[in-house]
């Protein structure tokens, strides 16, 4: 992987690129705070251009002023040769876009009917009647919606909402597309299925695209693109050009005992990761053998087991830019090695084997069994039974709406269950008196901080809520600032602290009575790479160290890597529930492995590929993703089809599975039997 | 339709209609909008109508009579045949009516003294005691009226009585007498001075006043705050297109209203209509006008829902309260308060509805307050259109 060479031999046709948008010193502030600043960018015309960023990064701002709908202050954005300065111009270049805002469905009309939102979309933009039936029924049924034209808006799942945002947004033909995160917080499946809908659609019609998203996972999608930080581009090119910014090798590896393995890692290397047992350690400017020996050298007198050179991932690279500029937050006093601080939590150290599969019944921690929530007629959790064992990281992993915050709130005793029970330490939650809630720790979706309090303030004032004395307040809040590497912060406002920052504030305010149960409800949603990196830290101590039992919720599904178990929850079910590792073997035994095709002319490589009859087959940019049992014989049929089609095949190579390819294999799986049945 | 759409680049009806019919469909549908804009303006005609009287009837009073001859029953049956007070009963001391006042079972008690009958029949002048709750000075001022109309009543049926037997005169050739200047009543617009017939107009007035800016400034600002208006920013739709067409199923709305409240005011309160109907109905469509453009500028400042709730809350209801002449009329009104109340269109609309329910005055009178009502819904609808943008800052 990872020869340039070989993309721009396969680029796009060799005749001068079309500039679409040009946009050069670009800045854009909202009173003092300066969200965009000096900025340049082009887009060519059919390419499909992101934006890939964490919250705050200035995307949105970009979006929006390309779409002529906020102003800015500095720099010129030209589209289509008009220079966009004034609402006036603005409106010159305006039948010519598609512009979908932020937000899951927020910008159609809940009462509206599907039908009635598109008609409207058509109305505003004067589509003739008779090609706005034309296309209208061509687009609802290249989405699949049709069968739900008369249905309100607001009754449609979050991926049916995105696809009707995409049709309105397409429903005038323009020929630039401008979607802001339009596959945040959709489920995988959709998330795959709406690509798979828009990379069609912009082909037939010749459309280009600027897409914003957050999920570092969708790089391989664009064409071209620019990775966003705080207001600036950190690079920006065809996605392998910037994988080959930082170049180096991704090695993976397990280690007896963790711990010293990573305090070890942590000294040499400056990306260290534990996901579950595994850990990770991005070895810069380094090749597969040679990052292996530099690995092998810094454990040593430490057990390594399966170590294994790959190639990084974006996030890698991401990660690796912002330390060369020093954006991290990271507080040079901050504890990279322990937890145990000026008065540290007991050390309840766990022995490895309670992590064992056959660990006592007492081991359990949180138990779940049949668990119902009905809120009216409809079913938000649908009879969900798992156990989770004393001092596990577990992990909810599903999309917005498939039933985790209702799970952990009837763990947690916020809600009480329709029926089934939750059990946690031991105490069945429906009728859990006070004590029980002294001993779990929660933290809601929204950070739950009060935003007008300093950060000490706002650990005592968790301290009283709990009835802590004054010497133990004193002792948790140094404890909290030391653990959440929040000194240097303790007089800021909480509203003012940046996203990461805060939400280790709120982690600890969970944690101030020690609790031994902890539940974290989306916490990294909106963190940057680096802030999401540190936290996972942190957990993973007070998981190891401390023997502290986590259960989260998230809808990343890179991150669920970080824990020892999981459960894939789709529609208020679990599809799955093992470790990561089992999930992807599983995968691999049920489906295969995955494979990545290169070829010179990837659209008709797909049609081709889709006929022989592959799994999974799916574009991602310029490669073709499919999985197959057999590689070796899969690798000679791919060639023998595509060679008969004159397609001259560049690369073939397998790629690890991602969580994502096993999420989106068990729903499909769990799909097509249900239809079964239903026939 | 196609050549008209061609004829003008900047008004399209097509657009405009895209956007009002979306707008009516959402608020039929939202029950809580739908709620909003057609339950609570009549709740409101109700609670007002039913509870904004300024007629005292009915006040619940007692009598102490210390004499209990027949003179001072007499007396007392002057107040307890009356429709203005409500008899509770006699008492012997003033000791026993104490905790009923102070729990407003009563609101004023008689106190006749003893030798009543013997005094006035000799000749001499006796002082009959009333104690009035003072709490509310404007329904004491009023008892107070009532008390003396009715003692004087009797003082001179007494006298008349007392001098046509002395004298031997025919008693209404007494009362000439005694009465020389007679004053002759007659109340103009509203004979009966049932209050209620000034009031169920001017809540017209009041509840066409905050119903229209209320709905408004919440329809745009939802938008914004759903972020639905990026539709509107994105596409082609001009600001002066989007304006008409989200504002006018409101104007619509507001004079559905406006027939309703009309129906109410009429039949149920049994206001007298006795001016144009036609020109009442146009001039309260500018008024509907008007009052949604103080919600679309609401709306242009206001970010969130709530926001616009209380923003237009206080710019309507304070205003409709106290500068419209609801209650006091303008010009008893302070100095200062007058400005502010000619500065506000409610005034103006208040002279139509009571020209037109009451004193049956057309547009002849009344087109200086139609002229300045215009006037305000050319300057809110200007100041709307330029203050709002498709391109904002933030």
Known sequence: ?????????????????????????????????????????????????????????????????????????????????????????????????????????????????????????????????????????????????????????????????????????????????????????????????????????????????????????????????????????????????????????????????????????????????????????????????????????????????????????????????????????????????????????????????????????????????????????????????????????????????????????????????????????????????????????????????????????????????????????????????????????????????????????????ALVHRPRILFLDEPTSGVDPVGRRRFWDILFKLSREDGVTIMLTTHYMSESEHCDRLALMYAGRIVADASPLEMKEALKNDAGHLLSVLTGQPLVALKQLEKSGFDGVALFSKRIHLLSKDPGAAEKTIRSVLGRGRIDVVDIAERPLSMEDVFVYRVLELEKGEKGLEA | MKRMMNMNRFINIRRIWAVASKEWLEIVRDRLFFALSFIVPVVLMLLFGFGLSFDVENLPFAIIDRDNSALSRDYAFQYINSRYFDFKGYAFDQRDLDPLLTDNKLRMFIVIPEHFQKQLLNGRPVTVQTHIDGTYPFRANTAKGYVSAINHSFSMSLMTGHFSKRYGLRPDNVQTILQPVKLGVRYLYNQSLNSIWSVAPKLIMAILLISPPFLTALGVVREKESGSIYNIYASTVSRLEFLIGKLSPYVLISSINAVLLFVFARFLYGAPFKGDLLFFALATVLYVICTTGIGLVVSVFAKTQVAAMIVSAIVTVVPAALYSGVIIPIPSLSEYAQVAAHLLPAMYYTQIVLGSFLKGVGLAALWPDVLILGIYAVILFLAGYLLFTKRPRA
């Open chain 1, 1 to 509: 992987m990872g020869c340039a060479a070989v993309v721009k031999e396969s680029g796009r046709s060799p005749k001068a690129a079309v500039s679409v948008a040009r946009i050069s010193g670009f800045v854009k502030k909202y009173r003092q705070n300066v969200a965009v600043r000096n900025l340049d960018l082009e887009i060519h015309a059919g390419e499909i251009y992101g934006l890939i960023g964490p919250d705050g990064a200035g995307k949105s701002s970009l979006i929006k002023a390309m779409a002529g709908v906020l102003s800015f202050d500095q720099g010129t954005v030209n589209l289509f040769g008009t220079n966009i300065d004034s609402e006036k111009s603005a409106e010159i270049v305006k039948p010519r876009i598609g512009f979908m805002p932020q937000g899951l469905g927020l910008n159609l009309y809940p009462n509206l009917s599907v039908e009635e939102n598109i008609n409207f979309f058509a109305s505003l933009r004067l589509v003739p009647a008779d090609e706005l039936a034309r296309r209208k029924q061509k687009l609802l049924s290249v989405t699949r919606l049709d069968r739900f034209k008369d249905r309100p808006m607001k009754n449609l799942s979050g991926g049916m909402k995105q696809k009707l945002g995409l049709v309105c947004t397409l429903i005038h033909e323009p020929e630039l597309i401008i979607l802001d995160e339009p596959t945040t917080g959709v489920d995988p499946v959709s998330r795959r299925d709406f690509w798979s809908i828009l990379t069609d659609l912009l082909r037939e019609q010749g459309i280009t695209a600027l897409i914003s998203t957050a999920y570092m996972d969708e790089a391989t999608r664009f064409h071209r693109m620019s990775l966003m930080f705080e207001g600036e581009v950190m690079a920006k090119g065809e996605p392998d050009d910037i994988l080959n910014l930082v170049p180096g090798t991704v090695v993976s590896l397990h280690a007896d005992p963790q711990a010293r393995a990573v305090s070890r890692l942590k000294e040499q290397f400056l990306q260290v990761e534990s996901l579950g047992s595994t850990l990770r350690v991005f070895v810069e400017n380094k090749l597969p053998n040679a990052a292996v020996q530099a690995v092998v050298a810094a454990l040593d007198g430490i057990g390594i087991k399966d170590i294994q050179p790959a190639a990084p991932e974006l996030e890698d690279v991401f990660v690796a830019l912002l330390h060369q500029r020093h954006l991290t937050d990271d507080a040079p006093d901050c504890p990279q090695d322990s937890l145990s601080g000026p008065a540290a939590l007991q050390p309840v150290t766990l022995k490895p084997e309670s992590l064992n599969p056959d660990a006592l019944e007492s081991d359990i921690a949180i138990k779940a069994e049949a668990l119902t929530k009905n809120f009216g007629d409809f079913c938000a959790v649908d009879k969900i039974s798992f156990c989770v064992r004393q001092g596990e990281i577990f992990g909810l992993l599903g999309a917005n709406g498939a039933g985790k915050t209702t799970a952990i709130k009837i763990l947690n005793g916020i809600l009480t269950p329709t029926s089934g029970y939750g059990q946690v330490a031991g105490v069945d939650m429906r009728c859990a008196g006070k004590d029980i809630k002294n001993r779990i720790g929660y933290m809601s979706q929204l950070f739950s901080l009060y935003q007008d309090l300093t950060v000490v303030e706002n650990i005592r004032l968790y301290s009283g809520i709990y009835g802590l004395s004054r010497r133990e307040t004193r002792e948790r809040i140094a404890w909290v600032i030391h653990m959440a590497g929040l000194s240097g912060y303790e007089k800021k406002l909480a509203g003012r602290l940046p996203m990461g920052v805060g939400q280790r504030l709120a982690l600890g305010c």
